[in-house]
């Protein structure tokens, strides 16, 4: 329940952040950052740890910490990264364990949903 919520009162919505907590988009973020560099020519792969650690901050601070002494100019390469990201395929197993099946769930119990995507976006472009 949310903290706007009234004691006793059901909640209609649910807002969920989807990069790490309803799907495991550290593997996505590799895989772009690592297409980015290869394109470069640059062999580098991007440590899953690193990206694991710097998936709550994202933005700029994200991709230098990723991209390590590749990346040139963070404001650049986070452009790149979404424009790459934004085409890139999502695997089909990307969700964590649970959770399309509980979401369904919610859905068919009336729970309506949104996720904090663009909200994270709109707070990247605020930093």
């Known amino acids: ?32 950052i690592d297409a980015m ?4 020519g640059i062999i580098f792969r991007a440590d899953p ?8 901050i994202g933005g700029e601070a994200m991709i230098a910490a990723v991209m390590g002494p590749h990346c040139r100019d963070p404001k650049q390469e986070i452009a790149e990264f979404r424009a790459r990201h934004a085409v890139a395929a999502t695997p089909a197993d990307l969700a964590f364990s649970g959770v399309p099946d509980g979401l369904a ?23």
């Open 1 to 32: 329940m949310c903290a706007t919520q009234p004691i006793g009162k059901t909640p209609r919505h649910i807002l969920f952040d989807l990069d790490g907590t309803l799907v495991d988009s550290v593997r996505i973020t590799c895989a772009v």
């Open 105 to 127: 769930a919610r859905a068919a119990g009336g729970l309506g949903r949104a996720l904090q995507m663009l909200a994270d976006r709109v707070f990247d472009a605020m930093k």
């Open 49 to 56: 740890a690193v990206a694991r650690a710097m998936d709550a």
């Open 37 to 40: 560099l290869a394109a470069r």
